[in-house]
């Protein structure tokens, strides 16, 4: 018989649970038509339903190739179960068990006998299973809801922090008091720092750290720091109310704000230490808002301090705030810096903050950003890598538009500092426009790919 793939979970929350599922392991090595092809890490989780009280388990799981029938496959698995001291005759349901092996999945098939069903029925709703299977096989659809293991995953972890739940901590020391706490349990938190008015765009940053941590945490903080004109400054739109309920919905475990004083008190006199930001601020936005980055990387490193997360997620829509913030990162030392694809609205306009601004004709207007940005993607898709090119197609779609250029550049992403002369390997193009009053910045890979296309 030609070997197949066989998922397994294993699970342990009495005796020595790690021996018991490293010898789990060991045994299966061991066994005949069975090959051992990775092992995920183990997981530490609750028991769920059976008796209240009994011990947290010890999760993981398996992928295995073996030539066995399903049955006789399942039947080594239970018989690894009793050697191992389990008694399935004698055990409270859901109790404490030394061994627990689950068969996920054998091969493709399905099956819905009295002794096997396959894919294992409850494997969707357990996160317990579902989060080490995510460290193995993080896009192997499922079969009964037709979404990723990540994904599945990210839904549970949402779902387990029911909305409403969000607490909101009305000061950074507040912060950094549940901060700590939530680490010494063990947590490990995801960080999102934003300036509110929130939309899908930092939704899908909060989205994403709770597919990778164990809670995400949000700031809202509208930094003076980082503003180079005072009016930006008075019109940015606050909304705290209506960001703390989307961030409820959206699993957000907590938001916190703040002043000025109350985020540097050292600096009672309100002259804040200016942080360098490094060479990623140089030109572009750098040149245009003096001290604009030197702001965002004082005040990334205070909430950095303040939250200690294990990553902090930012927006590839302010890409060369992303390459500031992890320069300050790895200066730093921590935290792991995940930078998260553009929100669009339908039409292509990236979402902002500010979009709420515009009036009707000026977000018409406005979708000239993304369109000269796609125009120039289509271009570099044509074979045409030459800068200056690229950068007259993007100067001719933004003047056809009669939005107020700032710069509509192309840079090679790895040489970023320079303006680049000879035909490009690799290409971003980047521009800022004003559109009316409002000042907006869009970005794009010119090698990259439109979302849900193939290359
Ligand atoms: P802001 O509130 O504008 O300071 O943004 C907070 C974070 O959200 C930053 O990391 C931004 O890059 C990110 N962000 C803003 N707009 C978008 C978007 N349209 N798509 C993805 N991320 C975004």
């Not at 003047?399 to 680049?420: I, K, L, M, S």
Request: hydrophobic share 40%.
């Amino acid at each position: 018989m030609k070997p197949v793939s066989a998922w397994v979970a294993l699970g342990s929350n009495l005796g020595d649970r790690r021996a018991n599922l490293e010898g789990a392991v060991e045994a299966l090595r061991n066994a005949d038509e069975v090959e051992i092809l990775r092992v995920s890490p183990w997981f530490e989780t609750r028991a769920e339903g059976g008796p209240s009280g009994q011990p947290d388990y010890l999760n993981g799981c398996l992928e295995a190739s073996t030539t066995l029938a399903p049955h006789t496959f399942l039947w080594l698995l239970q018989r690894l179960e009793s050697q191992f001291g389990r008694d399935r005759g004698r055990e409270v349901r859901n109790g404490p068990r030394p061994l627990d092996l689950d068969l996920l999945f054998y091969d493709e098939l399905e099956l819905a006998g009295p002794e096997l069903v396959l894919p294992h029925p409850r494997l969707e709703e357990r996160l317990f299973v579902l989060e080490p299977l995510c460290t193995l096989a993080p896009e192997l659809v499922l079969p009964r809801s037709g979404r990723r293991v990540r994904e599945r995953v990210a839904e549970l972890r949402a779902a387990r922090r029911a909305p409403g739940t969000l607490v909101r901590c009305a000061d950074p020391e507040a912060a950094r008091r549940w901060c700590e706490a939530r680490r010494a349990e063990g947590a490990r938190i995801g960080f999102v720092p934003t300036m509110g008015a929130l939309h899908e765009g930092h939704l899908g940053l909060v989205r994403a750290a709770l597919a990778e941590n164990d809670l995400a945490c949000v700031s809202v903080f509208v930094n003076p720091l980082q503003f180079d004109d005072p009016r930006d400054f008075a019109h940015y739109p606050r909304q705290l109310d209506r960001d703390a309920h989307l961030l409820a919905s959206a699993g957000c475990s907590m938001l916190f704000t703040g002043t000025l004083a109350e985020f540097f008190p050292e600096s009672a006199d309100g002259s804040v230490p200016r942080r360098d930001p490094g060479p990623a601020a140089e030109g572009l936005e750098g040149a245009l808002r003096p001290g604009h980055f030197a702001g965002v990387a004082t005040i990334c490193a205070r909430l950095f301090e303040l939250v200690r997360p294990a990553r902090a997620y930012f927006g590839e829509k302010d890409f060369q705030q992303c390459l500031v913030v992890q320069h300050l990162a790895g200066a730093l030392g921590f935290p792991g810096i995940v930078v998260c694809p553009t929100a669009r609205e339908e039409g292509g306009l990236a979402r902002s903050s500010r979009n709420q601004l515009l009036a009707p004709a000026e977000r018409e207007q406005a979708r000239a950003l993304s369109q000269a940005l796609f125009a120039a993607r289509a271009a570099w898709r044509e074979g045409e890598r030459d800068p200056a090119r690229l950068e007259a197609l993007l100067a001719a779609e933004l003047g056809r538009a009669g939005v107020a250029v700032e710069y509509a550049e192309v840079r090679d992403p790895e040489r970023f500092g320079e303006r680049p002369r000879g035909p490009l390997a690799r290409a971003r193009a980047l521009i800022a426009a004003r559109v009316g009053r409002v000042r907006l910045i869009d970005n794009l890979d010119l090698a990259g790919v439109e979302p849900g296309a193939t290359r």
